[in-house]
């Protein structure tokens, strides 16, 4: 049954490069969703933004002050996210935050313990299971024909060398403490795990951090050519992972391959599927049946483009409905620890959090994909 909601007024924190997919999807494609102002600690930025989409520049002050708006978006850096999240649950606000929910498991813990407490939503990239895609390997995964999940794979490589090329002194938010590849990009392919198979129980693994002192600003305009360029995270990780479903995965990631490549599965007792690249909204999805023959999964949903911001059109409609949303908080918090038990934690480490698979959505809402979040 359609329900006919209010908009939930919302204002943006961190006006960078990924704000212009956000402001584009909210503004064109969800009704759900207005925004009224924006705010960067740049703010040549944000008043860029306001006066492209006709919203009010903000500062954070003024945006946690006013009154009539309901959610705040946090798209600033990583490493900010937990004190912008954390000041604007202060201020009476549902926030929805750029993956990951905070550097650290300990900050995420905090957050989703003050959001429980005072009964206040968060939302977390991100939101690509969301995307036609998963959606409808979803689907296929849960009409039982792979049989029963024994065991997924993921490989993620990528080539990050950033020191070879760069002529700016500022560094790639990879590089940074908290935003490793596991947390940059790792962290679409566990969440797509978990809202595939469900919630991981333990987790091990080996991480290293390769060349984190001996790499060279290498571009002679780069004003500081010939110094080096610090790196904070682990860059080259292995870990293995026990789902509570009783299939196993193991999860390779890295920057340090000469090329990219991505690979994802999951092996079931009839068949294996073959999933697209949890970093976007669609691509090809297959199943491998006994016999070898591969047939491609037809995707019935909507959401094939870029779509950031579609978790976020969720979470209003959560917050209208009072359900939970999609792309939550509780499940960020679960991906988070999964990272970190890979990352920090010596010998097999049993998770402490859990989470549930998110909702699917409906197949066939393709003419007007937004009522999908509103049955």
């Known amino acids: 049954m359609l329900r006919e909601f209010k908009p939930v007024k919302t204002a943006v924190i961190g006006c960078g490069a990924i704000s212009r997919n956000y402001f584009n999807n909210i503004t064109k494609k969800f ?9 960067d600690i740049i703010p040549e930025r944000s008043a860029a933004r306001a006066n492209e989409y006709n919203v009010a520049q903000m500062t954070n002050e003024e945006i946690w002050a006013d009154k009539e708006i309901e959610l705040v978006i946090n798209l600033t850096y990583p490493t900010a996210h937990y004190d912008v999240t954390m000041a604007s649950l202060k201020a009476g606000k549902h926030v929805y935050s750029e993956k990951m929910i905070a550097t650290d498991l300990a ?5 989703m313990r003050y959001a429980d407490e005072h009964s206040l939503y968060v939302g977390c990239a991100p939101d690509t299971f969301l995307g036609g895609g998963l959606q409808a390997a979803r689907f296929a995964l849960d009409s039982g024909v792979i049989g029963e999940p024994v065991a997924a794979n993921i490989t993620l490589a990528r080539c990050y060398r950033h020191d070879r090329f760069t002529d700016k002194t500022d560094r790639m938010f990879v590089f940074h403490h908290g935003a490793g590849i596991l947390q940059d990009v ?10 595939l198979l469900g919630p991981a ?5 080996f991480s290293q951090r390769r060349h984190a002192e001996d790499r060279l600003y290498a571009n002679p305009s780069n004003p500081e050519y010939g110094k080096p360029m610090l790196n904070e995270s682990d860059n080259n990780t292995a870990g293995a992972i026990e789902l509570s479903c009783g299939a196993l995965c193991p999860i390779l990631t890295t920057t340090e391959a000469a090329s990219f490549t991505h690979h994802f599965e999951i092996f079931g ?12 909204f669609t691509g090809n999805v297959a199943v491998k049946g006994k016999n070898g023959a591969e047939y491609t999964v037809p995707i019935n949903y909507a959401y094939l483009d870029e779509n950031r911001g579609l978790g976020t059109a969720d ?15 509780k499940t960020a918090l679960h991906v ?7 990352l920090y934690e010596n010998g097999v480490y049993k998770l402490k959090t859990a989470t ?3 909702l699917p959505f409906a197949p066939g809402y393709t003419e007007y994909p937004e009522m999908v979040m509103n049955i």
């Open 356 to 358: 549930e698979r998110a």
């Open 336 to 342: 988070l620890e999964i990272a970190h038990g890979i």
């Open 186 to 195: 790792g962290v679409y392919y566990l969440t797509a795990l978990v809202n």
């Open 315 to 329: 979470m209003a409609y959560a917050i209208r409905a009072g359900r939970p949303p999609r792309a939550s908080g």
């Open 269 to 280: 007792s009839d068949g294996t599927l073959v999933l697209n690249d949890p970093n976007e």
């Open 201 to 205: 129980k333990a987790v091990c693994g």
């Open 31 to 39: 009704r759900i969703l207005d925004i009224v102002g924006c705010s």
């Open 107 to 111: 900050l995420g813990e905090e957050i």
